[in-house]
């Protein structure tokens, strides 16, 4: 993120994560997220900015997506905040839509 540095008298600053609260870094976020999760998106994934929903059809099969979830989510050094993560439940609600199972 060198284009997010700054200067000050003696040291020079740059993020080494993404801020929110510059312009267009919702977009760029979302492109990184189409293209990291781009082989389960509309499989087993849904993806919109900053909220993940893994889907699967039965228990097992749900064990076996988040692994792959997990997997992708590592191999491109990404995490998840353990304090927004919720697992087991049959509805939801994302993005204004009641999911159910």
Avoid: W
Wanted: aromatic share 12%; charged share 20%.
């Amino acid at each position: 993120m060198i284009k997010t540095a700054f200067i000050t008298g003696d040291t020079n600053y740059f993020y080494k994560v993404m801020s929110f609260g510059l312009k267009n870094t919702s977009a760029t976020y979302q492109r990184l997220m189409d293209k990291v999760f781009s082989h389960l998106m509309g499989k087993c994934v849904e993806v919109y900015v900053d909220d993940m929903v893994v889907k699967s059809l039965s228990h097992l099969q749900h064990s076996k997506d988040l692994v792959e979830v997990f997997t992708t989510l590592r191999k491109n050094n990404l995490r998840l905040n353990p304090e927004k993560c919720i697992f087991g439940v049959n509805s939801r609600k994302f993005l204004g839509f009641m999911l159910i199972q």
